[in-house]
């Protein structure tokens, strides 16, 4: 499966963004899907997953309240709506896709979108 994030952008603190990740090739809702994140200097860190179904979700504790993870599986894409943007939430957002279970562990995603650049400012 490809996968093509989008959405990112400049955003003052206290905005909302909405990230989208568009799949292609072999069928999307048998994916479960996840978002990571990236800020300059760290490592990537688990954001939200969701089940292939929609059904079951999962977030950072810290993100929770604040971010949510959605799909619509007739459109073959996730998404990921973020309120209340803190400039900490500055990063570089991936989409990934795993077949076996969810999970918030980068390394056991399959496969991984190029990304998508969110900044917020003070």
């Known amino acids: 499966v490809q996968l093509q994030a989008s959405g990112g952008g400049l955003v003052q603190a206290g905005g909302s963004l909405r990230l989208s990740c568009a799949a292609s090739g072999r069928t999307f809702s048998v994916y479960n899907m996840g978002w990571f994140r990236q800020a300059p200097g760290k490592e990537r860190e688990f954001v939200a997953a969701?089940?292939?179904?929609?059904?079951?979700?999962y977030y950072a504790d810290s993100l929770k309240g604040r971010f949510t993870i959605s799909r619509d599986n007739a459109k073959n894409t996730v998404y990921l709506q973020m309120n209340s943007l803190e400039p900490e939430d500055t990063a570089v957002y991936y989409c990934?896709?795993?077949?076996?279970?969810?999970?918030?562990?980068?390394?056991?995603?399959?496969?991984w979108g190029q990304g998508t650049l969110v900044t917020v400012s003070s």
């Open positions: 969701i089940s292939s179904s929609g059904g079951r979700t």
């Open positions: 990934a896709a795993r077949l076996i279970g969810t999970s918030t562990i980068s390394a056991l995603y399959d496969y």
